[in-house]
């Protein structure tokens, strides 16, 4: 089960508040794909987000890294991203079509995402745009909620399509996003608030969400056994969440 701090945004957002009175510099080092850090995402506060795995960090990148961005660019390329055909196979459809997801969605992924490496101005726009691939993936996974494994029945058949990221690029000029082990990482920053939400078990989060992470570093390794599983660079500093920010319909 994917570990939901959405619930828990009150609460922290209340204790920080009482306690912490007056900050400008919010650190989560284990911030997943941004929940917590979003929330205290403001002109007046410096935002400090660290993960290690990529799927992770190049949302983090996204929304609370980028500061200059033309979202009128980014609805444009997005839109020229759901209108791709993808009638042949690739090394998305190859391994994960008929599994995780319907075939016609793993060639429309596989196919869109070696567009964005070709659409892409800067890093930036590559992070939002592969940001935005990312929620869209996890919503049309036939999965329950990890890619541990796929579900029996194919029944996630809705077919996939990219939504325009929703995020004010102007309160994060000041930020700094890290894919570091966080044990290092906190010997080299400063900050007011240090929020802290460690893996709670010794399992690699990483071996859950390979699938994403194999999505976002787009290496095409082989995959092995059922479960299309990778060997991933990890570290014990890691943490998943299920929850991103928000989406923006246009």
Same mark, same amino acid.
């Given at each position: ?67 200059? =961005? $033309?979202? &009128? ?5 997005? *839109?020229? @991203? ?5 009638? +042949?196979?690739? /090394? ?80 994060? =000029? $000041?930020? &700094? ?5 966080? *044990?290092? @990482? ?5 900050? +007011?608030?240090? /929020? ?55």
């Amino acid at each position: 089960m994917w570990h939901n701090k959405y619930k828990l945004l009150g609460f922290i957002e209340d204790i920080v508040n009482e306690k912490c009175n007056g900050f400008s510099v919010f650190c989560d080092i284990f911030a997943g794909t941004g929940v917590v850090a979003e929330r205290f995402n403001e002109k007046n506060i410096k935002v400090i987000a660290n993960d290690f795995l990529d799927s992770n960090f190049i949302p983090l990148k996204a929304f609370l890294g980028t500061s200059k =961005i $033309n979202f &009128e660019e980014i609805e444009h390329k997005i *839109n020229l @991203l759901n209108d791709l055909e993808a009638k +042949d196979d690739n /090394y998305f459809s190859e391994n994960f079509g008929n599994t995780y997801f319907t075939l016609e969605n793993a060639r429309k992924i596989g196919t869109i995402r070696e567009r964005i490496d070709e659409l892409s101005n800067d890093e930036n726009e590559k992070a939002v745009l592969i940001a935005s691939l990312l929620y869209a993936v996890d919503k049309v996974a036939n999965t329950v909620g990890h890619y541990d494994a796929f579900r029996k029945k194919l029944d996630t058949v809705q077919p996939l399509r990219l939504l325009v990221p929703d995020f004010e690029a102007e309160n994060n =000029i $000041n930020n &700094e996003i890290y894919k570091e082990d966080a *044990n290092q @990482l906190i010997r080299k920053i400063n900050c +007011d608030v240090l /929020y802290i939400d460690p893996p709670y078990n010794s399992r690699q989060y990483s071996d859950a969400y390979h699938l994403l992470e194999n999505l976002a570093t787009w290496e095409k390794p082989i995959v092995h056994g059922k479960a299309k599983k990778w060997i991933v660079r990890t570290s014990k500093a890691i943490i998943a969440c299920n929850q991103r920010p928000k989406l923006l319909l246009i």
